[in-house]
């Protein structure tokens, strides 16, 4: 399997908006009510608001490719929230990585996490860091086998209600 990892246009705005749709939906429906999940995606995955994030220079969205067939994506993003234990560090959060239903278990993930990883390192940043949903265990484990740790939490608001995200790094340097 080859695997094509590549900067998100705004000309990719539409599958974007598919794969993130698609992706959170598998991931997250079964866990909350459909009003819930239809707030989330309405508000985050517009194609308004995807490609406001596309032209946002804090922002870099990967898409990833099993040969020409679209598998997953990933968004990284600085500069919009601060953990306080990440004070003083130049840091980089994976805000999003998701990768299709009929892809799991190919490393694609691990793929997008390694991208990831080099990306940052190259731009200069000493920890990349996530927030991931507490009983989202296959994720937690993912992370945690791709080296991060956990360092604090956070609430996630999806829909009208608050959930709980383990914070999780790792350090580049």
């Known amino acids: 399997m080859t695997v094509i990892i590549k900067p998100a246009a705004a000309a990719d705005v539409l599958l974007l908006q598919q794969l993130s749709i698609d992706t959170f939906t598998d991931t997250y429906g079964v866990y909350n ?4 999940m239809r707030l989330f995606i309405e508000k985050h995955y517009s194609t308004l608001q ?10 870099q969205y990967y898409l990833a490719f099993n040969g020409k067939v ?5 968004k990284l993003r600085t500069g919009a929230e601060n953990p306080p234990a990440l004070n003083g560090q130049k840091h980089i959060e994976i805000e999003r990585i998701y990768v299709l239903p009929a892809f799991k278990g190919q490393k694609i993930g691990k793929q997008l ?8 390192t190259q731009q200069g940043y000493q920890v990349i860091w996530l927030g991931v ?5 296959n994720a937690c484990a993912f992370y945690n086998k791709q080296g991060f740790v956990v360092f604090g ?8 209600e608050a959930q ?3 914070l999780m790094k790792k350090d580049l340097q």
Request: hydrophobic share 40%; aromatic share 10%.
């Open 33 to 36: 009510t459909p009003e819930n």
């Open 50 to 59: 995807l490609l406001h994030e596309l032209a946002d220079n804090a922002v």
């Open 70 to 74: 679209p598998a997953g994506y990933m």
């Open 113 to 120: 996490i390694e991208h990831a990883c080099r990306v940052a």
């Open 133 to 137: 949903w507490e009983e989202n265990k």
């Open 153 to 160: 939490e956070h609430a996630f608001v999806l829909g009208t």
């Open 164 to 166: 709980r995200d383990w």
